[in-house]
T-cell receptor, first 113, second 114 residues
Framework: DGGITQSPKYLFRKEGQNVTLSCEQN?????MYWYRQDPGQGLRLIYY???????QKGDIAEGYSVSREKKESFPLTVTSAQKNPTAFYLC????????????FGQGTRLTVV | DQQVKQNSPSLSVQEGRISILNCDYT??????FLWYKKYPAEGPTFLIS?????DKNEDGRFTVFLNKSAKHLSLHIVPSQPGDSAVYFC?????????????FGQGTRLTINP
């Protein structure tokens, strides 16, 4: 059945290392998004993409990078330049061409140790 | 610059009563609004939405009201049930240079007391 899969659910990283979070969707959605959730700050937009090989920075893109080589996949790399990477990361997707809801994955909890 | 604001971090309501969650926005280009419900360590799930051409949308126990002149929307849950205890996010959609962007508020934690 259709949905968005994020992996892994929990991830530990040593300080100074890059790490890549996976996001795959089989909903045939064009748009995909990455959000970060911190306590008391809601969901903040990191990057978003409308079509393959194109993406835009969100509100807090510094220290992150993305790629969109396939419609189904939108991986997020948390680089060593991200000063405070410990957070809950959420991937979402939606259709384009009309105002519709976005569907979310189950999230990845990243902890820097 | 917080374009979507939920000024109440938490709300406590007795079971069976009405829960009212509020949301304000500043960007007049927003033309579609959504409410999501989120449990801890899970992704948000869509609840209900409203287009800017409407002022009310109802789905079972959930009703969303939009006041465009005040740039304010609210979610009413009636009657409230224990399973409604969660964090609720208000979100808005705008299109920037052809790209659809979804902006969220900070969330309100709703607790339903028996």
């Amino acid at each position: 059945d259709g949905g968005i899969t994020q992996s892994p659910k929990y991830l530990f990283r040593k300080e100074g290392q890059n790490v890549t979070l996976s996001c795959e969707q089989n909903l045939n959605h064009d748009a995909m998004y990455w959000y970060r959730q911190d306590p008391g700050q809601g969901l903040r937009l990191i990057y978003y993409s409308q079509i393959v090989n194109d993406f835009q920075k969100g509100d807090i893109a510094e220290g992150y990078s993305v790629s969109r080589e396939k419609k189904e996949s939108f991986p997020l790399t948390v680089t060593s330049a991200q000063k405070n990477p410990t957070a809950f990361y959420l991937c979402a997707s939606s259709m384009l061409g009309g105002r519709t809801e976005a569907f979310f994955g189950q999230g990845t909890r990243l902890t820097v140790v | 610059d917080q374009q979507v604001k939920q000024n109440s971090p938490s709300l406590s309501v007795q079971e069976g009563r009405i829960s009212i969650l509020n949301c304000d926005y500043t960007n007049s280009m927003f033309d579609y609004f959504l409410w999501y419900k989120k449990y801890p360590a899970e992704g948000p799930t869509f609840l209900i939405s409203i287009s800017s051409i409407k002022d009310k949308n109802e789905d079972g126990r959930f009703t969303v009201f939009l006041n465009k002149s005040a740039k304010h929307l609210s979610l009413h849950i009636v009657p409230s049930q224990p399973g409604d205890s969660a964090v609720y996010f208000c979100a808005a959609i705008t299109v920037i240079q052809g790209a659809q962007k979804l902006v969220f508020g900070q969330g309100t934690r709703l607790t339903i007391n028996p």
